[in-house]
């Protein structure tokens, strides 16, 4: 009964390798979304997909690339992984973007830390 | 651009007493929201604020959106070893995408 689900949620990679999360959520809603956590816990977004179409790309590198093969699955690929990419990586849900009332629901995240 | 300051940064507190936290923002926000992340997990809604003098219970919380609209205050009471965590403020990014802005949370420890 898992609302927004993330895999893995750890990964522990080298540096330069390239590396893929997925996230699925069974809520029916529209949009998706990909936070990061730093070491100092700060939450900011990077991407947002709504129906599968990208709406925000907060500048980040394009060494991460997000996919919506549907609007249930939101997976993110990162090519190249450097030390700074080591973070908690939510993925998270809601049901209209934009909306007040239509809060945030996010996954457990994963945690990656690059060697 | 939007922040959000939250404060204190981090309280440690006896089983049984209670806490406020507080959000600031360099901007007016036209919803608060409260979220409470546990070790290992992540955020959880608490609490959504959506009128200037709202004020909102969620159980022992207590949430209410400053009449200015660029604060908000999170208050705890008869807190419980459960109510460990980070608790974040929140508020909507601009451009109506449902992006949110986070402050930086605060820590709450609780001893027995």
């Known amino acids: 009964d898992t609302a927004v689900s993330q895999t893995p949620k750890y990964l522990v990679t080298q540096m330069g390798n390239d590396k893929s999360i997925k996230c699925e959520q069974n809520?029916?809603?529209?949009?998706m979304y990909w936070y990061k956590q730093d070491s100092k816990k700060f939450l900011k977004i990077m991407f947002s997909?709504?129906?599968?179409?990208?709406?925000i790309n907060e500048t980040v590198p394009n060494r991460f690339s997000p996919k919506s093969p549907d609007k249930a699955h939101l997976n993110l690929h990162i090519n190249s992984l450097e030390l700074g990419d080591s973070a908690v990586y939510f993925c998270?849900?809601?049901?209209?973007?934009?909306?007040?009332?239509?809060?945030?629901?996010f996954g457990n995240g994963t945690r990656l830390t690059v060697t | 651009g939007q922040q959000l300051n939250q404060s204190p940064q981090s309280m440690f507190i006896q089983e049984g007493e209670d806490v406020s936290m507080n959000c600031t923002s360099s901007s007016i926000f036209n919803t608060w929201l409260w979220y409470k992340q546990d070790p290992g997990e992540g955020p959880v809604l608490l609490i959504a604020l959506y009128k200037a003098g709202e004020l909102t219970s969620n159980g022992r919380l207590t949430a209410q959106f400053g009449i200015t609209r660029k604060d908000s205050f999170l208050n705890i009471s008869a807190s419980i070893p459960s109510d460990v965590g980070i608790y974040f403020c929140?508020?909507?990014?601009?451009?109506?995408?449902?992006?949110?802005?986070f402050g930086q949370g605060t820590t709450l420890q609780v001893k027995p």
């Open positions: 998270a849900s809601s049901q209209i973007p934009g909306v007040a009332n239509s809060p945030l629901h």
């Open positions: 929140a508020g909507p990014g601009s451009g109506n995408t449902g992006k949110l802005i």
């Open positions: 997909y709504n129906n599968k179409e990208l709406i």
């Open positions: 809520l029916g809603h529209d949009t």
